[in-house]
């Protein structure tokens, strides 16, 4: 659930049965907490969920699958009146699933952290065009983050592939990055094998990306014995971090 900015109203995800099989049946209402009452704001096949209010309560963005009916279908980002309306998907050129949205304090605007390979970067998409700006895109894993309420910083837990989770915080716009936590120091003196992402093209020359975890005191030109850890799917992915590659090391 998610309360609306006068305060007067509360968003809510629910498949409004009970039954088990209806687990992917979610739907948004709107709950008036005057009257205690309930209004069904999306009737769309399959199911909504982390629906977020837009800064001036207007309107709601929330995320679902692009084909319902497929469970492995890429997650966009849809926006919709508060008021009830048209559905209108904004990422649906955008070629990545998003995880998690918050939207800018400007409303005209969401942020978005994205699934990209074996990294999970940071997007800003634009309500109106669609178009997506890359914000935090480099070689990191963003899992969570929260755009604090004066709109110019973003907060997030950063993993890395030597690294355990820690909470950063950076400009709106990505830049200057600062470390808040050291959860972990004692990793430091760990041995840890190095991690690579490698890519190599499949029989239809599609480009396969794969984690190449290399011997502890890999040496260069030295033949090794290699295990292969296919992964299942298509749903779920590794990740280059510490946390995601753990059974690997």
């Not at 950063?158 to 470390?179: A, C, K, W």
């Amino acid at each position: 659930m998610e309360i609306s900015p006068d305060g007067k109203r509360i968003l809510y995800t629910t498949n409004y049965t009970g039954k088990p099989d209806d687990s992917d049946k979610f739907d948004i209402w709107v709950l008036s907490i005057k009257d205690k009452e309930s209004v069904q704001l999306t009737k769309r096949k399959g199911g909504e969920y982390s629906p977020k209010w837009s800064p001036d309560g207007k309107y709601v963005a929330f995320l679902a699958k692009e084909y319902p009916d497929i469970p492995y279908s890429q997650t966009d980002i849809f926006v919709i009146p508060s008021s009830g309306g048209k559905l209108n998907n904004i990422s649906r050129k955008f070629d990545r699933s998003i995880i998690d949205i918050e939207w800018a304090k400007e409303g005209k605007s969401i942020f978005c952290n994205v699934a990209n390979g074996f990294y999970t970067h940071i997007y800003k998409v634009d309500v109106k065009n669609g178009k997506v700006n890359p914000i935090i895109a480099k070689d990191l894993n963003i899992t969570q983050f929260k755009l604090i309420h004066n709109g110019e910083n973003l907060i997030y837990i950063q993993e890395m592939p030597d690294r355990l989770p820690d909470i950063f915080i950076s400009e709106s716009n990505g830049s200057s990055p600062n470390q808040l936590t050291y959860l972990n120091p004692d990793v430091e003196n760990y041995r840890l094998a190095e991690q690579e992402v490698i890519s190599y093209d499949s029989k239809d020359g599609l480009q396969i990306e794969a984690l190449l975890v290399k011997p502890y005191n890999f040496q260069k030109g030295k033949k090794y014995p290699l295990i292969v850890s296919i992964h299942g799917g298509p749903h779920s992915r590794t990740r280059n971090s510490l946390l995601s590659s753990i059974e690997f090391q």
